[in-house]
């Protein structure tokens, strides 16, 4: 009551009665679904403009039932989820809205975000052919499609179809071969009786541990076992580096359709872009950064660079139902 008088008076004195200006405290509210260490960016920016970060954690099916029924009343601003088939399905179900930022088309290249800007790749991963150093010669290796030699037969591993990791992937494939030849390439592996393992680490150990000598994951998972074993005796391939490129995908954000931070939320996935929160990304989940500026890490420095497939990655979501069918059809589980 006292400091309320006290300012009253001093409002007063100030001379003619205009209400204070109140301001909200500046923040940005992220539905998070991506688990690999961003909080040192998301500090940096706070350090930086001042703007706080709420930052609510979940998987990414319930995060996208939460902002579908929130709608208009979402305290979200922001989305950030990983792998492009999550994002475009976010933005067809209007949860996203466009942001017309030259810096973050300058930041992420074209093939890393969604043509009409409702979301943009942060970090981008590679999903490709991990083989046991020991007991394969990479001469052998190739291209996706030759994992259903028999030559593979009871040596594969393999992710389950149902994952959205391989669901992007086939529907990279779809597009770039037609569904009939995507068809005959999945029968091949299927042929080939593959070991399914549910996640990715755990395809990468059961190559370590010889149960399989192939299997296909995305690249940081194998990074961050050989920051922690350099003797880890299993080694990414690049597949398909003749033909079409490696398949990559991305985590990225979009800012939601309902964002009351809008201003706020556009400035945060700038910054995300930028090259200083673009190293830490890459220093600390070990993907690959999306711009090109910052530099990648050490040990993924280490096995070279590669020709990426720069299709553009919303094609993980368009041929999404056509993949999950075909998976069905072939009798990929
Ligand atoms: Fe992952």
């Known amino acids: 009551m006292r400091l309320f008088a006290l300012l009253l008076i001093a409002v007063i004195a100030a001379g003619p009665l205009v209400p204070p200006v109140v301001h909200a405290a500046e923040e940005v509210v992220i539905y998070s679904a991506r688990h690999y260490g961003q909080e040192?960016?998301?500090?940096?920016?706070?350090?930086?403009?001042?703007?706080?970060?709420?930052?609510?954690?979940?998987?990414?099916?319930q995060l996208f039932e939460r902002l579908k029924a929130e709608g208009d009343k979402t305290p979200a601003d922001v989305l950030l989820t990983v792998d492009a088939g999550n994002l475009w399905n976010a933005a067809r179900a209007g949860l996203l809205a466009p942001v017309d930022s030259p810096e973050l088309q300058k930041s992420i290249p074209a093939h890393l975000r969604d043509p009409q800007n409702r979301w943009f790749g942060l970090t981008m991963r590679a999903r490709t052919i991990m083989y046991n150093t020991k007991k394969v010669n990479p001469a052998q290796l190739s291209t996706y499609e030759a994992l259903g030699d028999p030559r593979w037969k009871g040596r594969l591993c393999l992710r389950s179809s149902g994952y959205i990791y391989n669901q992007s992937l086939l529907a990279t494939m779809i597009k770039r071969h037609g569904e009939a030849k995507t068809e005959e390439v999945v029968r091949g592996w299927v042929a080939n009786q593959p070991v399914i393992i549910s996640g990715d680490?755990?395809?990468?150990?059961?190559?370590?541990?010889?149960?399989?000598?192939?299997?296909?994951?995305?690249?940081?998972?194998?990074?961050?076992?050989?920051?922690?074993?350099?003797?880890?005796?299993?080694?990414?391939?690049?597949?398909?580096?003749?033909?079409?490129?490696?398949?990559?995908?991305?985590?990225?954000?979009?800012?939601?359709?309902?964002?009351?931070?809008?201003?706020?939320?556009?400035?945060?996935?700038?910054?995300?872009?930028?090259?200083?929160?673009?190293?830490?990304?890459?220093?600390?989940?070990?993907?690959?950064?999306?711009?090109?500026?910052?530099?990648?890490?050490?040990?993924?420095?280490?096995?070279?660079?590669?020709?990426?497939?720069?299709?553009?990655?919303?094609?993980?979501?368009?041929?999404?139902?056509?993949?999950?069918?075909?998976?069905?059809?072939?009798?990929?589980?």
Not at 40 to 61: E, R
Not at 266 to 295: C, G
């Open 40 to 61: 040192k960016a998301f500090d940096a920016f706070t350090k930086k403009t001042g703007i706080q970060i709420k930052l609510l954690n979940g998987d990414t099916g």
């Open 201 to 333: 680490t755990k395809i990468l150990e059961a190559i370590a541990a010889g149960q399989c000598d192939v299997g296909i994951t995305n690249t940081y998972y194998l990074a961050r076992q050989l920051a922690k074993d350099p003797s880890f005796p299993v080694a990414p391939f690049f597949a398909n580096q003749a033909t079409t490129g490696t398949h990559v995908n991305i985590s990225g954000a979009g800012v939601t359709a309902h964002a009351r931070n809008r201003a706020n939320a556009i400035k945060l996935l700038e910054f995300l872009a930028s090259p200083e929160a673009q190293q830490m990304f890459a220093d600390t989940s070990q993907e690959y950064p999306a711009n090109p500026k910052a530099e990648v890490h050490p040990v993924v420095k280490a096995w070279g660079s590669f020709k990426q497939d720069d299709i553009n990655v919303a094609t993980a979501g368009e041929f999404q139902a056509a993949a999950t069918r075909l998976a069905d059809r072939v009798g990929y589980k």
